[in-house]
């Protein structure tokens, strides 16, 4: 092939290559913030936390006898339709079958094998619960999602989101369920 017409091939695979990678992108969400909330703190009304209250950075620790339960509050930007993940992951280490709850019928059940599938093919070890959220086209859709902190829950945790197009997480944030005086610190 003469080489005039390998570097006009190589061009015109290039700008492929170019197209393909936008028009997958561009069907990607986009994590514009989340943030982990006590459920005493949140407010169903305004479907917010309390101003103040909200639990952000890496240094988060929470006394499971003060907080019974946490809010991970998400807002996602997307271009269509489509379902985000919140996986609750406790210790990273594999401890029994994790449930899953999907929003959109209200339902609770076991992880079938599609979702065990999912789980190993995003590497994810440890997950407790699958939340699946329905998100409609926005530059900001807020989702919620709560994780009930019962007296086995003590040790390191952390929440994943993710949409479903990339294997890689949107978003990670990590805390320490910890019996201690002060309830939630956020140092």
């Not at 006898?65 to 379902?83: F, Y």
């Not at 390191?156 to 993710?162: G, I, L, T």
């Amino acid at each position: 092939m003469p080489p005039q017409r390998r570097s006009k091939m190589s061009r015109m695979l290039e700008v492929l290559v170019v197209f393909m990678v936008l028009a997958i992108s561009g069907n990607a969400a986009d994590l514009v913030s989340m943030k982990l909330c006590a459920d005493k703190d949140y407010n169903a009304s305004t479907k917010a936390c309390a101003a103040g209250k909200a639990l952000e950075g890496s240094s988060i620790v929470i006394d499971p006898e003060a907080v019974k339960a946490v809010n991970l509050l998400t807002a996602v930007k997307g271009s269509k339709s489509e379902e985000i993940y919140h996986v609750w992951i406790f210790n990273g280490k594999g401890g029994g079958k994790p449930i899953v709850f999907d929003s959109t019928i209200k339902t609770v059940r076991d992880a079938d094998q599609t979702d065990l599938d999912w789980l190993k093919e995003r590497k994810i070890e440890g997950a407790r619960v699958i939340v699946r959220l329905s998100v409609s086209p926005s530059p900001n859709y807020r989702t919620r999602s709560l994780k009930t902190l019962g007296p086995g829950a003590a040790g390191p945790w952390k929440v994943q989101v993710y949409d479903s197009t990339n294997l890689s997480p949107l978003g990670e944030m990590t805390f320490a369920v910890t019996p201690s005086d002060k309830g939630v610190t956020n140092e």
